[in-house]
């Protein structure tokens, strides 16, 4: 039986961003959404404005990516933007905003505890961060939770959840968290349990004309 | 996709008459119901609306997961293989009682270990567990391709754990996966990188208003 006191998170990664178009990959670089990261994130406020659905708190990570798919949302909701510094992107040291075609060969190995981009966070450190990002929100009142954040870091946050811990090299599970898609999970604390109620939902995005991505 | 790829789309049957009344049906067999035909009739809708196509559509033997499995394939012009690596879990002496019962729930153990088997004679946590892990094993013996599986909410449950690195834990205090009726959960695997990559947990968007 579920009591009334539990948390309902909503794990959203940003909408498209002009990193993205480029296929670079971002880390703690700072890019603006691109017009169709715009109207990725006016689908998505438009589709929980129609069904309805209603959060206590609304918390992003500042890069601009983030912040401006939360105040497409926070507009149509209604909602207050609290920014916290700890759902930011995983730091990449120097390949941050690089595309695959100029980064420096990858080591042969890159271990859980080792820097990525010479020195940027390492798996462990980006798990931990993610860990902590976690237990502030449970700290605060039960209720309907939404956090924009990004993929590499709100990947570490379901494996926090889920009580799986990182492998080296990339190795591992792998949440998809498509542009706008998010994550449904509901932590019941009397219980101690948490419930995976979806993964990567982007059915919004039907409305702007994106085709159902149903396979890799 | 790559040529090395495994692509899985795992389907919790369509409604029963056993989850009309509440039971724990376990391995016990109840047909669908009329409501259950027509989810699975939207689930078959779609999977042709948006251009799915699978190598094999694999289905447990029992006959809610059966009917589902027919009613998806006929639609994707294929037939259905039956498979006992995907039957639910066995309840023991639970079945066919409601979870719903007051008699059932004051007799229930106050705390379940792993290793505790459910209804006296059931599956134990571990027990699932290890046909979860059996069940993936047995579609990586495969060729790479893309499989479609109808099966069951506890099973599902536990091929998840499975494919994630998940370990059961005790009183079921473990992360729960709830599987609509013709909910699908759907992940790809990368051999190279011993990589699963969850695209999807319980979409029942079809089902929607039914």
């Given amino acids: 039986m579920e009591s009334e006191a539990v948390y309902h998170l909503t794990m959203l990664r940003h909408a498209e961003s002009q990193g993205n178009a480029f296929q670079v990959w971002q880390g703690q670089e700072d890019y603006p959404l691109t017009a169709r990261g715009f109207e990725q994130a006016q689908a998505l406020a438009s589709r929980w404005r129609k069904e309805g659905v209603r959060f206590d708190r609304l918390i992003s990570s500042p890069l601009t990516r983030a912040a401006d798919t939360a105040r497409a949302i926070a507009t149509v909701l209604n909602l207050e933007i609290e920014t916290h510094e700890d759902w930011i992107e995983r730091d990449n040291g120097v390949l941050a905003g690089t595309h695959r075609d100029e980064r420096p060969p990858m080591p042969d190995f890159i271990h859980t505890y080792m820097p990525v981009g010479e020195k940027g966070e390492s798996a462990n450190a980006l798990f931990l961060r993610a860990g902590r990002a976690l237990h502030a929100v449970l700290d605060g009142p039960p209720g309907r939770v939404l956090i924009v954040s990004h993929g590499g870091i709100l990947n570490m946050a379901v494996y926090a959840v889920l009580g799986i811990a990182p492998l080296a090299h990339f190795r591992g599970p792998r949440f998809a968290f498509g542009n706008t898609g998010f994550a449904s999970l509901v932590y019941d604390p009397l219980r101690g349990q948490w419930r995976v109620i979806g993964i990567n939902d982007t059915r919004h995005l039907a409305a702007i004309g994106e085709p159902p991505i149903w396979q890799p | ?210």
Avoid at chain 2, 113 to 125: F, I, L, N, R
């Fill in chain 2, 1 to 210: 996709m790559n040529e090395n790829q495994f692509f899985i789309t795992l389907v919790r049957h369509a409604e029963s008459e056993g989850n009309v009344r509440q039971l724990f049906q376990g391995q016990d067999d109840y047909p669908l119901t009329d409501r259950g035909r027509r989810q699975a009739a939207a689930l078959a809708k779609r999977l042709s609306l948006e251009g799915q196509s699978f190598d094999e559509v694999i289905t447990s033997p029992l006959s809610r997961a059966r009917e589902t499995a027919a009613i998806l394939a006929a639609a994707l012009g294929m037939q259905e293989v039956t498979d006992a690596a995907w039957l639910e879990q066995d309840f023991g002496v639970w079945n066919p009682r409601s979870f719903r019962d007051p008699d059932f729930i004051a007799s229930r153990p106050a705390f379940f270990t792993p290793y505790d088997q459910p209804g006296e004679t059931g599956e134990s946590a571990l027990d699932l567990y290890r046909r979860g892990i059996a069940a993936v094993q047995s579609l990586l013996d495969r060729r790479p391709g893309k499989y479609l599986i109808v099966s069951h909410g506890a099973l599902i449950n536990m091929v998840l754990y499975a494919m994630l690195g998940i370990f059961p834990r005790p009183d079921f205090e473990g992360p729960r996966f709830p599987h609509a009726n013709t909910g699908f959960s759907r992940m790809a695997y990368s051999p190279e990188r011993h990589q699963w990559l969850l695209l999807a947990v319980n979409d029942h968007s079809h089902a929607h208003g039914i």
